[in-house]
């Protein structure tokens, strides 16, 4: 069974850092790409960040210059990094294979997601 493990969030204040990771087992990890997803309450769960097999990533515009995708295929693990936080980036983060760096296509059942809640 497909696992997706999220952990790393948590309470920060505005324009601190977090940084989140995902241990992924049971997939071909280092064959996909991987995303990060964030949901709000009362909103649609959106594409934060993806990045493919090779590194190569994309971002929503709501996050460039403030978070980094990265991953490291040989712990099959996929981090964001978020710096300069605001209070907008609160939700429940996700992460998923995908079938492009679009995020679209989400390929396995969602894991518990992890918190990030940013105060004012």
């Known amino acids: 069974q497909v696992q997706l493990v999220e952990s790393g969030g948590g309470l920060v204040q505005t324009g601190g850092s977090l940084t989140l990771s995902c241990a992924a087992s049971?997939?071909?990890?280092?064959?996909?790409?991987m995303a990060w997803f964030r949901q709000a309450p009362g909103k649609q769960r959106d594409l934060v960040a993806a990045?493919?097999?090779?590194?190569?990533?994309n971002y929503a515009d709501s996050v460039k210059g403030r978070f980094s995708i990265s991953r490291d295929n040989a712990q099959n693990t996929v981090y964001l990094q978020m710096n300069s936080l605001k209070p907008e980036d609160t939700a429940v983060y996700y992460c998923?294979?995908?079938?492009?760096?679009?995020?679209?296509?989400?390929?396995?059942?969602w894991g518990q997601g992890t918190q990030v809640t940013v105060s004012s």
């Open positions: 049971r997939i071909a990890f280092r064959f996909s790409t």
């Open positions: 998923n294979a995908v079938g492009d760096l679009g995020g679209r296509m989400p390929l396995h059942s």
């Open positions: 990045i493919t097999s090779g590194g190569v990533s």
